[in-house]
């Protein structure tokens, strides 16, 4: 365990798997009425509240500082209450698999706001794989979702939003990342916070009533929150040992599970264009990857 928790790779394939699994879940708890808001309370809320008692547990409490709570506050946006709100909104009308390929966008813009905030300094490689990912971001978003169910494009915009929150909270959670701070305390504060937010806006909304709903669906719910608890714990590890851009790279396996999942389990068909899209995403995303490497292994040393 502890060679698994020093592994980039090891955290890379299990919190991305943890991640696609929360695409068919969404999908079948707004299949069961559960509003997109109130689902990603749950997993904010659960996983805040999982990992806080695993914390307490080995005797360490949450730290409050001013700079901690901003960061918390900041992550919780833009990293979870976001891209979650938006993403479980757009499953019904995308599809799971659909959804789940908009999450391999995230390392290239990872890497597009990494230079523009002056993180990185672009290379030729780069710019090239940035230049491929977008003509098949173009070509998945015209299809629309799924096969013979295409969606209006505002649904295409707010899926191609979340890879977009996704990377922003990747650069910002690397930049702010409060000095001596661990990774489980990072997640309980962020997911609390995000709760928080949420729980605002349910309330805001008038959606209280929709939480009844989940009394239909306890496995499901427990499923969820066991899920996201582990993803969580090894992401913000992940994020300390690989940085934002390895981080980003979640999404690859994410897509995997949200397209195996979404057309074996869930019936969701997608036309030729669609796969021909996340392929040429995935050679964009080889392409950016490869340019970090190359940057890495040819860096000065000191």
């Not at 979340?162 to 000095?179: C, H, K, M, Q």
């Not at 599970?257 to 389990?265: D, I």
């Not at 669609?274 to 490497?293: E, H, P, R, S, Y």
Request: net charge positive; charged share 5%; proline share 5%.
């Amino acid at each position: 365990m502890k060679q698994f928790w020093h592994s980039a790779f090891g955290l890379l394939a299990v919190t991305g798997a943890l991640l696609g699994l929360a695409l068919p879940f969404g999908k079948m708890a707004t299949a069961a009425g559960v509003s997109a808001m109130v689902w990603a309370f749950v997993i904010s809320c659960g996983a805040g509240c999982v990992l806080l008692a695993a914390l307490l547990f080995g005797g360490h409490g949450p730290r409050l500082t001013a700079h901690r709570l901003r960061y918390f506050a900041i992550a919780a946006a833009i990293s979870y209450a976001i891209p979650n709100l938006l993403m479980f909104s757009a499953i019904p009308h995308l599809g799971a698999g659909y959804m789940g390929i908009m999450f391999t966008l995230s390392p290239i813009i990872t890497l597009v706001l990494s230079i523009l905030f002056g993180v990185r300094r672009p290379s030729l490689l780069g710019v090239a794989g940035i230049i491929v990912g977008f003509i098949g971001a173009v070509t998945v978003a015209v299809t629309r979702g799924e096969a013979g169910q295409p969606a209006e494009p505002f649904w295409v915009v707010v899926g191609l939003l979340v890879p977009v929150s996704l990377a922003a909270g990747n650069i910002y959670r690397t930049f702010d990342w409060p000095e001596g701070t661990g990774p489980i305390e990072l997640a309980v504060g962020s997911h609390l916070a995000s709760a928080a937010l949420l729980l605002a806006g349910i309330g805001a909304s008038g959606g209280i009533g929709s939480f009844s709903l989940l009394a239909g669906i306890p496995l499901l719910v427990l499923a969820q929150v066991a899920s996201a608890s582990a993803q969580f714990a090894f992401f913000f590890r992940l994020q300390a040992v690989g940085g934002p851009v390895y981080l980003s790279q979640i999404g690859y396996v994410a897509a995997a599970v949200g397209l195996v999942s979404g057309t074996l389990f869930l019936g969701e068909r997608y036309q030729l264009l669609t796969w021909l899209g996340a392929a040429i995403v995935t050679i964009g995303v080889f392409l950016t990857t490869k340019a970090q490497k190359s940057r890495r292994v040819g860096a000065p040393a000191g």
